[in-house]
Nanobody, 117 residues
């Protein structure tokens, strides 16, 4: 499966953005999908994961309550709604896919999110 993240941009602190992860070559409905980010000079950070069915979601403490992961298998996309953005959320955001219960192995190109203070 090939993935492409989109929806990044420049937003002021306190604002919102909605990222999308579109799949091609194969349907994303059979995979768990996650969102990660990497800020300059920092390691990649896990943000959220949604099961293949959409029945289970998991969040990092750093984004819990502010970010929401969802999926639309009919549109072959997974979204990340980001609210109450902070300057420290500035990073390149990536989506990834995994066979259910396994580690992520399919990665898409990232999308840059910049949050200004």
């Amino acid at each position: 499966v090939q993935l492409q993240a989109s929806g990044g941009g420049l937003v002021q602190a306190g604002g919102s953005l909605r990222l999308s992860c579109a799949a091609s070559r194969r349907t994303v409905s059979s995979y768990d999908v996650g969102w990660f980010r990497q800020a300059p000079g920092k390691e990649r950070e896990f943000l959220a994961r949604i099961s293949w069915s959409g029945g289970s979601t998991y969040y990092a403490d750093s984004v819990k309550g502010r970010f929401t992961i969802s999926r639309d298998n009919a549109k072959n996309t997974v979204n990340l709604q980001m609210n109450s953005l902070k300057p420290e959320d500035t990073a390149v955001y990536y989506c990834a896919a995994a066979n259910p219960g396994y580690q992520f192995e399919y990665w898409g190109q990232g999308t840059l999110v910049t949050v200004s203070s």
